[in-house]
């Protein structure tokens, strides 16, 4: 227990800059927290913190140290939480992005709801297409989409992202339904800007990247929903973005013979051992209400 409250005072006096601030929120004395970071060092062997008359700062050791003792502290929390009546609630400031489109309607949503069943959380969320930094930008989560490139980022896996290839009723009735990928090539098609191709699988069962063309491109996909609303041609869209557009009989799918394997939609952190709780809860949040059955045909719709 006495090596419990060392730890625990060492942190409270690195994080708050001084002896009296962290006594002040233990409810003691400056001399008492003095002393137990005078034995905590003792124990050690090693000095954690340079104390002048001015200021408090860390030693090489002490930062290193001071990393570990916040994720135990944190990891014993969660443990208790896990197993006391009720638990503990989360509490805190997050911070997470997503891809613009998706966040709009699949991320936002879901935080509202998140931060109304508890109060004491408080979050930013970052919509953008970058690729955001998580470390070096401090943010405690990223929601991303396909493949995960970089092998030092911890992920989770929350849904699948599906593509259908969609047109309008009133599209196919003027220009025929296509019955394969090639029959593409006789239609319009409406394209993300810069995009390589939209992907099947072949007969063979392997891969294809199809080179379409059409008289629209633009880089936003909420824009190229609308156009093929409108009638104007075929797009290769997401389930997430067009799937109650596929329920209300909108849009209707074509080619799903062929459609390509689903990518992953994933939550990524810089290192799952320093998820605080509130992180844990929202990320569980996300993982339920996407495994839902037929939310991604419920959801995001006009």
Known sequence: MDHLKQIESFVSVATRGSLSAAAREAG??????????????????????????????????????????????????????????????????????????????????????????????????????????????????????????????????????????????????????????????????????????WQFIGEDGTARLLRVAGNLECNDGAVLRDWTLAGLGLAWRSLWEVGEDLRAGRLVPVLERWAAAPLGIYAVFPQRRHLALRVRLLVDHFRDTYGQPGYWTAAGGD
């Open 28 to 197: 003691l004395t400056p001399a008492v927290i003095g002393r137990r970071l005078d034995a905590l060092e003792a124990r050690l062997g090693v000095k954690l913190l340079l104390r002048t008359t001015r200021r408090i700062t860390l030693t090489f050791e002490g930062s290193a140290f001071l990393e570990d003792c916040q994720r135990i502290l944190n990891e014993l929390a969660n443990a208790e939480a896990s197993v006391s009546l009720g638990g503990v609630k989360p509490s805190g400031h997050l911070r997470l992005t997503a891809p613009a489109g998706f966040g709009r309607r699949h991320v936002a949503p879901l935080v509202m709801g998140f931060l109304r069943d508890n109060p004491e959380v408080s979050c930013t969320l970052e919509l953008s297409d970058r690729m955001v930094d998580l470390l070096n930008e401090g943010f405690d989560c990223a929601i991303r989409i396909g493949d995960l490139p970089d092998s030092s980022l911890v992920s989770v896996r929350l849904a699948e992202n599906r593509r259908v290839v969609v047109a309008s009723r009133d599209y196919l009735a003027r220009h025929g339904t296509p019955q394969t990928p090639d029959d593409l090539l006789a239609h319009n098609c409406l394209s993300l800007a810069q995009q390589r191709g």
